[in-house]
């Protein structure tokens, strides 16, 4: 079964896709969910920069556009 977003705990080290004009992959570390349903943020920190990630349409987004973002796997420490 795939992991996701949302069971990740905080501090873990993750790679994501990031879908968009073009399609990239890199590694960020978990800082926690807020909010419920559809409503929920996730927060990331990638090289000292903190960025969230939202719910759309029933997937995980980033940015304006709204483009996908997809756990792609856990990294080790």
């Keep these: 079964m ?9 501090g873990q080290r993750v ?3 990031f879908h968009g004009r073009a ?4 590694d960020a570390i978990f800082r ?3 909010g419920d ?3 929920r943020r996730a927060t990331f920190e990638q090289d000292g920069f903190i960025w969230t990630a939202y719910r759309y349409q029933g ?5 304006s ?6 756990l792609l ?3 080790a420490a």
């Design 2 to 10: 795939a992991k996701r977003i949302d069971s990740l705990k905080y």
């Design 15 to 17: 790679n994501l896709r």
């Design 23 to 26: 399609t990239r992959e890199e």
């Design 32 to 34: 926690g969910i807020d």
């Design 37 to 39: 349903g559809e409503d």
């Design 59 to 63: 997937h995980w987004a980033y940015g």
């Design 65 to 70: 556009s709204a483009d996908r973002l997809q």
């Design 73 to 75: 796997e856990e990294v």
